[in-house]
Nanobody, 123 residues
Framework: QLQLVESGGGLVQPGGSLRLSCAASGFKLDFYAIGWFRQAPGKEREGVSCVSSSGGRTDYADSVKGRFTISRDNAKNTVYLQMNSLKPEDTGVYYC????????????????WGQGTQVTVSS
């Protein structure tokens, strides 16, 4: 059964850091693009960052450029999202999902969504 599991969320003060993990089970991540998405209360799910299957292409939302870094470790079957200089507006549930082939970091193009991990940035 193809499954993605997110972890690493929590409560952090503004300016702090978190590293999210997206672990795959039931399939190998090697052939898939992986995306991180988030959803804040009352808002639509949005793309945060995506990485192609080879890792050669990465995309970031303008709001997180220079602060977040996506990476993948295919040997561990895991994709990470390092989040630095966190802001209150980064608060939300963060999800990872996969796509076979990568066109853009758009939620509707991805599937096999995990359950999400809550990130709260607050003092």
């Amino acid at each position: 059964q193809l499954q993605l599991v997110e972890s690493g969320g929590g409560l952090v003060q503004p300016g702090g850091s978190l590293r999210l993990s997206c672990a795959a089970s039931g399939f190998k991540l090697d052939f898939y693009a992986i995306g991180w998405f988030r959803q804040a209360p009352g808002k639509e799910r949005e793309g945060v960052s995506c990485v192609s299957s080879s890792g050669g292409r990465t995309d970031y939302a303008d709001s997180v450029k220079g602060r977040f870094t996506i990476s993948r470790d295919n040997a561990k079957n895991t994709v990470y999202l390092q989040m630095n200089s966190l802001k209150p507006e980064d608060t939300g549930v963060y999800y990872c999902a996969h796509a076979f082939g990568y066109a853009s970091c758009t939620p509707r193009l991805f599937g096999s969504w995990g359950q999400g991990t809550q990130v709260t940035v607050s003092s």
